[in-house]
DNA sequence: ACTATATTGTAAATTGCCTTACAGTAAATG
DNA sequence: CATTTACTGTAAGGCAATTTACAATATAGT
């Protein structure tokens, strides 16, 4: 045989691939493994991986909208309102209905959500040092930069 | 009232993210948002994101076992058969036995994939255009070796 | 005001993925 | 070899998220 190929499939698929798909492979690999650890560590809480990044986003933005919350997650409103529900259930969080527009409601985080905030800290700071080890302070600000322009740049055109 | 907050739960909420936190999220966000350009992109051809995705792997790595895929595609085993299923019934894929194992099937693209190749690499340049405009090839260089450097310090320790 | 259009959240049915358990095969151990 | 242990893929049932359709409310246009 010629080549180290069965057939030619395989020889063009082989040869398809740019440096920039593997640069967006690579990204979706960290942020997998990334999810993949914060999973291992938040199942002693209970809570599923929605919930605690629904959580998280709330510790950010207190009184985000389901919707608001959707675009974030990247859930459609109807599967926000289901795992809303279920927080709520867990007495984690509250609806509070907007005073100036009666179609929405706002989610606020509950005490029970703040008391487990500190133990998710130690968790994420612990993950956060294996995830930066070896990579030098200006390194990280240059990273930062260039990863707040490639947003920026994919912003909603 | 003293504070922009409603109550006690939401100042402390709001103090509570990192720098750490905020980079995570960022890296999130934008794998969202290709994920999302690349989904309406291949919504013409029929596939979903899971299927494309397979499919992006399989060009770069024919042969790969439904083991391999499901760890790189974060999917289990179960899940990776069912797609491959379909997969195989699109005539995209092709099952064949392994020689030295007759345990595993080793997943090959068929022509049809092959001919879909162009089009998707059309889609996908035009996206990558947009999400690298104004990054210079310096920053870029060092962006992907701080990412391999994150990804190699999460490695399934 | 009145109407048309858009937005927010919900309900019901569907789809996709996961969990668990298992059969078939391979590799390791005695 | 024989037996045990590990690995690969499949089947069945359950759960989470989506799709579609809708009610309530808000906004824009006339």
């Given amino acids: 045989m010629a080549t180290k190929f069965e057939n030619d499939a395989d020889e063009k698929a082989a040869a398809f691939l740019t440096d920039q798909d593997r640069l967006v492979f690579l990204l979706e690999e960290l942020t997998r493994r990334l999810r993949r650890t914060f999973d291992t560590s938040v199942e002693q809480f209970g809570l599923t991986r929605t919930q605690w990044r629904a959580l998280a986003y709330l510790y950010r933005t207190p009184g985000m909208t389901q919707t608001e919350l959707a675009g974030q997650l990247e859930l ?19 609806r509070r209905s907007a005073k100036n527009d009666r179609r929405v409601w706002q989610v606020h985080l509950q005490p029970a959500a703040i008391d487990l905030l500190p133990k998710m800290r130690v968790e994420a700071d612990q993950i956060y040092a294996r995830l930066l080890e070896g990579i030098k302070g200006e390194d990280l600000e240059a990273f930062k930069s260039t990863l707040a322009t490639m947003q920026h740049n994919l912003g909603d055109a």
């Fill in 76 to 94: 459609e409103r109807a599967s926000i309102g289901q795992a809303i529900d279920r927080l709520e259930h867990l007495g984690l969080v509250e």
